[in-house]
């Protein structure tokens, strides 16, 4: 078990809820997702793609692969 005292604990707890709470939230958008037509997905992936390029930077999203 690990020290909780020791310096850099808090930082590496915090990190992992973020992690976690990431996870989550894609795990309860792909919930939705599968209950979803083709049209409402394919809808999603033009929304998703357009947040991705407005965050990221132009281009950005077209040298990526989505599975």
């Known amino acids: 078990m690990t020290d909780q005292t020791r310096w850099?604990?808090?930082?590496?707890?915090?990190k992992n809820k973020a992690i976690k709470y990431?996870?989550?939230l894609v795990s309860r958008a792909m919930e939705q997702?599968?209950?979803m037509?083709?049209?409402g997905i394919t809808?999603?992936?033009?929304l998703i793609e357009?947040?991705?390029e407005r965050k990221?930077?132009?281009n950005e999203a077209d040298d990526k692969v989505i599975l």
């Open 43 to 46: 809808d999603l992936m033009l």
């Open 56 to 58: 990221y930077g132009k």
């Open 50 to 52: 357009a947040e991705y």
């Open 33 to 35: 997702v599968m209950k």
């Open 37 to 39: 037509d083709e049209s």
């Open 22 to 24: 990431q996870k989550d």
């Open 8 to 14: 850099g604990i808090l930082e590496v707890q915090t």
